[in-house]
């Protein structure tokens, strides 16, 4: 079976940094590409970069871009998000999510993937 089992998360001050692992099992990296969601109470879960390790192209949001990064380990079949200059905007639950390659579809929108983790908590302090 997939599974997707997210680590890392934790409570730092602003302008700190966190990695966060997504380790994935039961699929391949050659099928799916993986991304990094947040969601705060209320509001819809958020996509802010994904990694597809078989094209070798990485995407992120504006909100993220330039203080996070994504990459990945295929011999551990794990994606990292290392995440630096934190804000305490980016306090949020975490989520990796797989999308089958096969789809074709909006990268950030959550209904479209196929497994998700089950999430890791990230607080910033300001």
């Known amino acids: 079976e997939v599974q997707l089992v997210e680590s890392g998360g934790g409570l730092v001050h602003t302008g700190g940094s966190l990695r966060l692992s997504c380790a994935a099992s039961?699929?391949?990296?050659?099928?799916?590409?993986i991304a990094w969601f947040r969601q705060t109470p209320g509001k819809e879960r958020e996509g802010i970069s994904l990694?597809?390790?078989?094209?070798?192209?990485?995407y992120y949001k504006d909100a993220v871009k330039g203080r996070f990064t994504i990459s990945s380990d295929s011999a551990k079949n794990t994606v990292f998000l290392q995440m630096n200059s934190l804000k305490p905007e980016d306090t949020a639950v975490y989520y990796c999510?797989?999308?089958?390659?096969?789809?074709?579809?909006?990268?950030?929108?959550?209904?479209?993937?196929?497994?998700w983790g089950q999430g890791t908590q990230v607080t910033v302090s300001s």
């Open positions: 999510g797989a999308l089958s390659l096969k789809k074709v579809a909006p990268w950030d929108r959550a209904r479209w993937y196929d497994y």
């Open positions: 039961g699929l391949s990296f050659d099928d799916y590409a």
């Open positions: 990694i597809n390790v078989d094209h070798g192209s990485t």
